[in-house]
């Protein structure tokens, strides 16, 4: 199983971008799903979360300018971002929790990085 990101760049403050992180491999099931980021010189950190059932969660710091979503159909997760800052600035990666033979299994992508600035 792998999970391959897609989306990140760099926009001006005030802009948009949309975050994709596809899942292939063998997937009897997907869990819960997230999005975190990772600033220079900064531990990584829960932006959004949403379950199996579609329930979101997000961190207060991008609550009404990110939305998290999932298209189990597609394996894939997305996460778009309006009204970016340069504090959205990192590397943001993907973490599923997908049903696979053995098990459930926690996969992280390899992270793609954002910076937001003009």
């Known amino acids: 199983v792998q999970l391959v990101e897609s989306g990140g760049g760099l926009v001006q403050p005030g802009g948009s971008l949309r975050l994709s992180c596809a899942a292939s491999?063998?997937?009897?099931?997907?869990?819960?799903m997230g999005w975190y980021r990772q600033a220079p010189g900064k531990q990584r950190e829960l932006v959004a979360g949403i379950t199996n059932t579609g329930t979101t969660n997000y961190a207060d710091s991008v609550n009404g300018r990110f939305t998290i979503s999932r298209d189990n159909a597609k394996n894939t997760l997305y996460l778009q971002m309006n009204s970016l800052k340069p504090e959205d600035t990192a590397v943001y990666y993907c973490?599923?929790?997908?049903?696979?033979?053995?098990?459930?299994?926690?996969?992280w992508g390899q992270g793609t990085q954002v910076t937001v600035s003009s």
């Open positions: 491999g063998t997937i009897y099931r997907l869990y819960a």
């Open positions: 973490n599923e929790v997908l049903g696979v033979p053995g098990g459930p299994v926690n996969y």
